[in-house]
């Protein structure tokens, strides 16, 4: 296995345990920042060590087991639907600051402001078509009792998740998701 770091402070995860998990969240209806597919893959190499040293080579595991995506899905947890009653309203709100300064900073460049209890931001010109006429903005969300979320701002509308850590580095990575939905990069990820 090749190991990878991103500082001193992480621990190693393989190349193949990110391409394992980045493939794995391809086929979920999520989306995920970057930092937690390689807590997944943190996680995942060390599942695969495990294995190693009970002579379980890492190819053997995928016929019996999707290891990736269990090691995804169980990270995801920590992020995504553990309710934490440490975050207050007043923590939410700071987090939507930390989203808008991020989402109109200058390397995303975005229109976004405060709307009730989500972040709104603009629609581009290649953002897919989302609400009753397709021209609906983005809501962007995150919850006190789960995650971050996005959807069109329009009664009705999907909603997505974005795995990501509820901190100012959270909220940075999920503008980048953002960015990236609104300038079509994505594509309609409502239709996965």
């Keep these: 296995m090749t190991d990878t770091t991103a ?34 893959a943190q996680l995942l190499t ?27 899905d169980v990270v995801a947890r920590f992020y995504d639907s553990t309710p934490n009653p440490e975050r207050t309203p007043a923590k939410i709100v700071a987090l939507q600051g930390h989203l808008i300064k991020a989402l109109t900073s200058e390397e995303i460049g975005l229109t976004a402001r405060l709307s009730g209890p989500g972040v709104i931001v603009e629609r581009g010109p290649a953002t897919p078509r989302g609400g009753f006429h397709g021209d609906a903005d983005v809501e962007v969300r995150i919850y006190s009792d789960g995650g ?19 901190s100012e580095a959270g909220a940075s990575q999920v503008a980048e998701v953002v960015r990236a939905f609104v300038r079509g990069e994505l594509g309609n990820v409502f239709r996965r």
């Design 46 to 72: 060390d599942l695969w060590a495990t294995g190693e040293r009970h002579g379980v080579a890492t190819s053997e595991w995928g016929w019996a087991i999707d290891l990736a995506g269990g090691a995804l």
């Design 148 to 166: 971050w979320a996005f959807s069109f701002a329009a009664d009705g509308a999907s909603v997505m998740s974005i795995v990501a850590p509820a």
């Design 7 to 40: 500082s001193t402070d992480v621990p190693a995860y393989s190349t193949e345990a990110y391409a394992a998990v980045e493939k794995a969240a391809a086929s979920r209806h999520s989306l995920y920042v970057p930092s937690v597919l390689e807590h997944a």
